[in-house]
C-alpha cells in the first residue's frame, strides 16, 4: 500500500506555483532578443549533430565557436529573469526548510507500509490484551520512561487512547480517513504513523520511503526537486520559453 501524505500535497502545490510563476516572468521578461537567441542555439545544436555525423571536423569546431558565443549571448538573457524571481524563491524555500527540514523525524512523503515497514501494534488489542505491544512501543520508539503503573484508557469511539501517569500523559489519536495515527506526549512532539486495517483488525506500522537514491530517501528537497522539474518543463514548452 503507498501512501502520499499531505506535506508532499503541499510541496507539489508550492512547486507548481513556483514553476508557473517562473515560466510566466521568464516569457515576459525575456523579450524577442532572448527568444531568438534561444532559436539560435537550437539551430546550431541540429548542424552540429549533422557535422558529427558527416564526421566533418572543420565545420564541427567553427559551430562549437559560434555555441560558445552564443550561450555567452543565451546567459545575458537569461540574468533578468533570474533576478526577478530569486527573491520569492529564496524566501519561499527558506518557509520550506523551516517546515519540512528540521525537526527529530525527517520528512518522507512517499511511503509503502505492510511487508516493508514495522509492525508495532495493534488498535483494537488497546488497553488490555496482555501483549504489552502498546507499552513496549511507547518505551522503545518514543522513549516513555514513565509506563509503569500508568492508566491506559480508550474512548468510548474509539478514536483516543489516553495514557495518564500523575502529572505525565499522553494521547493517541486515530485519524481513520487519513490512514494515520498521531501519538502526542504532553511535553513532546507530535508524531504520525500508518494505519492499516487488516482482517478486520487496525494495524499501525512505522513509515517507509518507497524511493531511495543512493540509500537517501525521498525527503521534502527531492519531492520538491522532482516537482519542480517535472512542472516547469511541460509549462516552459507551452509558453515557448525555450
Keep these: 500500500m503507498v501512501l502520499i501524505g499531505d506535506p508532499a500535497v503541499d510541496i507539489l502545490i508550492v512547486a507548481a506555483a513556483l514553476a508557473m510563476m517562473s515560466a510566466l516572468i521568464t516569457k515576459v521578461t525575456l523579450g524577442e532578443e532572448g527568444r531568438k537567441s534561444r ?44 533576478l526577478v524571481t530569486i527573491i520569492p524563491f529564496i524566501l519561499i524555500f527558506g518557509w520550506l526548510y523551516s517546515t519540512y527540514g528540521v525537526g527529530e523525524t525527517d520528512y518522507l512523503f512517499i511511503h509503502v507500509v505492510g511487508k516493508g515497514g514495522e509492525h508495532l501494534f495493534t ?8 501483549s504489552g505491544q502498546f ?15 500508568a492508566q491506559i484508557n480508550k474512548s468510548k469511539d474509539n478514536r483516543t ?4 501517569n500523575g502529572e505525565n500523559s499522553l494521547t493517541a489519536e486515530l485519524k481513520k480517513e487519513k490512514n494515520r495515527v498521531a501519538i502526542s506526549p504532553k511535553d513532546g512532539k507530535t508524531r504520525e ?9 487496525m494495524n499501525v506500522y512505522v513509515e517507509r520511503s518507497v524511493i531511495e537514491i543512493l540509500g537517501v530517501g525521498l525527503t521534502w528537497f ?19 520559453n525555450y
Excluded at 123 to 128: I, R
Excluded at 135 to 149: T, V, Y
Excluded at 193 to 201: A, N, P
Excluded at 226 to 238: D, M, Q, T
Aim: aromatic content about 10%; charged content about 25%; glycine content about 4%.
Design 123 to 130: 488498535w483494537n488489542d488497546v488497553p488490555g490484551d496482555g
Design 39 to 82: 532559436e539560435k542555439m537550437k539551430e546550431m545544436q541540429k548542424q552540429l549533430k549533422a557535422a558529427q555525423k558527416s564526421k566533418n571536423m572543420k565545420k564541427m569546431q567553427k559551430i562549437q565557436k559560434e555555441m560558445m558565443a552564443a550561450m555567452m549571448e543565451n546567459l545575458q538573457h537569461s540574468f533578468k529573469p533570474m
Design 193 to 201: 504513523y500508518v494505519l492499516m486495517e487488516e482482517d478486520g483488525k
Design 222 to 240: 527531492w519531492w520538491y526537486l522532482i516537482c519542480v522539474f517535472a512542472i516547469s518543463i511541460p509549462i516552459n514548452k507551452l509558453l515557448k
Design 135 to 149: 507499552e513496549q512501543f511507547l518505551a522503545g520508539e518514543l522513549e516513555i520512561n514513565w509506563l509503569e503503573n
Design 161 to 164: 487512547i489516553t495514557v495518564t
